[in-house]
């Protein structure tokens, strides 16, 4: 009876462990503000960090990697947003590494807690995809050649040698060898 108790939990904790695994490849990891960190802006930055998350997209089980000191991260509600009210937080952080996992699709607010930087610009909105919306690399459409003017047979100059690679393209590749890398793994350890 004991042997049985002990297989069934080696294969809970084997199941749990390749659970854990998926888990973590499947997701990714972003850092808000990358050198700079979760900072009031001066104004010198390339972008703002909302300009930032539109450069991004934000699946289920992402994290916000928030580096700071001297501050706080606050999550809010919309309205809360909008009026930089740091009053009725959703939840508060203080720690100065924070790690924010998405629990679901939608609308995420961030702000500064601390007096004035959220009206000088340190807040932040993230639009987490649905699920429907992700779609596998292989099953994404080419996107449409630009028209051309009639009887323009000329070399377009803007449009030299291919588009750069964006970070979705990039996820999604790192995605899917993590992905695969991962069931290989599970076979052989099943295996044994």
Known sequence: MASKS?????????NALFFSL????????????????????TGNEPETYN???????????????????????????????????TSNPITKFHDGNTIFQFDRSGFFYFISGQSGHCKSGQRLIVRVMHPSEVESPESAPSPAPAP??????SWDSDDWGPPGISSTTKLAVASYYM??????????????
Do not use: M
């Not at 002990?6 to 084997?14: D, F, G, Q, R």
């Open 6 to 14: 002990t297989a069934v939990t080696s294969k809970i904790l084997k």
């Open 22 to 41: 998926i888990i973590s490849v499947i997701s990714y990891e972003f850092e808000v503000g990358e050198e700079t960190g979760w900072a009031t802006p």
């Open 51 to 85: 300009e930032w998350a539109a450069r991004n997209r934000f699946r289920i089980g992402d994290t916000l990697y928030f580096k700071y000191q001297k501050d706080s991260v606050l999550v809010v509600n919309s309205e809360d947003y909008l009026n930089c009210n």
């Open 148 to 153: 051309r003017s009639s009887g323009d047979d």
């Open 179 to 192: 992905t695969s890398f991962a069931g290989i793994l599970f076979v052989l350890y099943q295996s044994f």
